[in-house]
């Protein structure tokens, strides 16, 4: 693996990170890189979850769908005001940047995808979350935050 030089804080954070979720969250991929880079970008939704929601860390962890067929959305979290935090969270390793277009562009579809409740297109992480989000937005309340939470500069 070749070693980027990163920024101190994006080495700060990753320390951080490690120390709140390296037990609870696994990283996927075809190799180390990949591996390391997608449990970075699970574990800093569930870090951001925990810090504007005050979720716990079992909630922020539970809240991620990411993986195949999650239409650019990384974590689904519902939160006791009635507030659906839709995430999508992007670990730059370099600390320069900023989530590629196409990717952004995938997250903005699927929230339109999701607030239009349209959860076949979704995987099976999220069909398990359908009855709270429906209970959720029947209540007439319902608020939604789209965030894109990235390591980046730009």
Not at 73 to 81: K, L, R
Not at 118 to 126: A, D, E, I, K
Request: net charge negative; glycine share 8%.
């Amino acid at each position: 693996m070749v070693e980027v030089s990163r920024p101190h804080e994006l080495i700060q954070l990753c320390e951080l990170l490690d120390q709140r979720f390296q037990t609870h969250i696994t990283g996927t991929g075809n190799d180390d890189t990949a591996r390391q880079r997608n449990y970075y970008s699970k574990a800093l939704a569930a870090y951001y979850l925990t810090q504007a929601t005050n979720a716990s860390i079992e909630e922020a962890v539970a809240a991620s769908i990411d993986g195949g067929d999650d239409h650019g959305i990384d974590s689904v979290f519902i939160d006791p005001t009635e507030t659906i935090w839709l995430i999508q969270s992007k670990y730059i390793d370099s600390g320069k940047g900023e989530p590629a277009l196409g990717d952004v562009n995938k997250f903005e579809s699927g929230v339109r995808d999701l607030l239009n409740q349209q959860y076949s297109r979704f995987n099976q992480t999220l069909q398990h979350k359908i009855p709270a989000l429906n209970t959720t937005f029947d209540t007439g309340i319902a608020k939604v935050k789209a965030v894109l939470v990235y390591t980046g500069n730009a």
